[in-house]
DNA sequence: CAACGCAACATCCTATAGGAAATAGGTTCG
DNA sequence: CGAACCTATTTCCTATAGGATGTTGCGTTG
């Protein structure tokens, strides 16, 4: 059987060592950029053909998804994305990221050392030129961004646990709805901003401030997103 | 084949749905109760055999426990069960349970319903009857226990995303060294007695702190563990 | 016209087989 | 005596086939 060879994988980069591995970073984009709908079943053979694998590092893979909470698994029922953040579970989020990237940012101010410092600058500068780009790319190089320069604080705060807990929460937000609140690049950019120079100075408690007062800003710009469509928050709505 | 129905699996209880979900708990408590030694290589074939099923479900719940922290996975050799902590990550582990659940008591304090209270109140004053048991069953209760009574805060404390980083970082406790500390159980009885009176009433900066001071205590009492075998704390330490 | 029951279908779940890589042990050379 | 190389074994990794179960659509009946 020298099929292995032959094939060339559709949407996965120079395959890394294991194929589950690969399948797993391919399946975790399909459900961050919305391709696989929130909600929507997930069919492993379908998605087996269409990675050209077998089934069975595609199964192993969803196993590692539903660990990070991107996919339900109903026990003879089959995988299931995860919905759609409900309204409740949104400011869930946001109440435990201040929590947890509040206190981060502070570490951060006295954990860092010289060349994250450095390097967190330069990402909060960055931020400036999300200005260029179309709809949905645009929304895609901001979210990547904005997370980027959140996992440099995370890292430079020294706290393995703290990070993992933190990357995990923005796994979760990528299940909010795709919307690009106006002027929000700007507002993220000089927010970050404050938030770096206050980690240069060394400043914990202005870090911390900058991080609480940035998300707050955060949380209310995306709030409009629940207004625009009239989605399912609960199964059986009233209202 | 109709081997399914004949077999008699050895020690999962009465298969629940899935066959892989019923793998997932077993190894989960063979790694927890060291059965598994920490920092050794599993084998996969083994342990199908050993559990009496296939080695694809063997895998898929090893894909789970790695997202759970419980096992690594280098990619062309193999699993290992995740080795011991180190005195830096069991340092790291209580300065992130402090933040977490000293925010989680307070919340608990005034979002708990009444029902929430009284549970906690109860598991609170059922710790006293740890005293009975002998060496290892005397451990396990005791720490069965304990992990009880903290998550039953931390879902009064009505955050999901809360309760689950906290469930997670338990996980990781118990790859700490088996260490029973002499008058563990008194002390932490006691400790859980004013956290829960706290909570009951509804004092949110009481149970913060009576919180905070519990897991400080906790950390003191463990810290021993570490003196007495000269374990590898570095690959290549020093001192 | 609606609700219930039945049957066919699709899908998941588990088991088995075979190829490829890494590890361990022995041997040989410097 | 030590280190490097080679070989054999073990183990992992992927693919495929078959049985069990949930779901869906249709027909029938009240």
Known sequence: MAQQQAREGRL????????????????????????????????IDALARELDVSPTPVREALARLEADGLVRKR????????PLLSRAEFDDLFDVRLLLEGATAGRAATHATAVQRQRISAEAGASIDVEAGDGYRRHATFTTLDATFHDLIAEAAGSPLLRDSITRLHSHLHLHRLYFPPNGAPDTTIEHQRIADAIIAGDSRAAADAMRAHLTAARERHLPAFDRLRAPEAPHGSA
Chains 1, 2 share one sequence.
């Not at 026990?75 to 995860?82: I, V």
Request: net charge neutral.
């Open 12 to 43: 996965r980069p120079a395959r890394r060592l294991t194929l589950a591995e690969d399948v797993y970073e391919s399946i975790k984009t399909l459900v961050m950029d919305h391709i696989l709908p929130p909600g929507e079943r997930v069919n």
């Open 75 to 82: 026990p003879l029922s089959g995988y299931t994305t995860t």
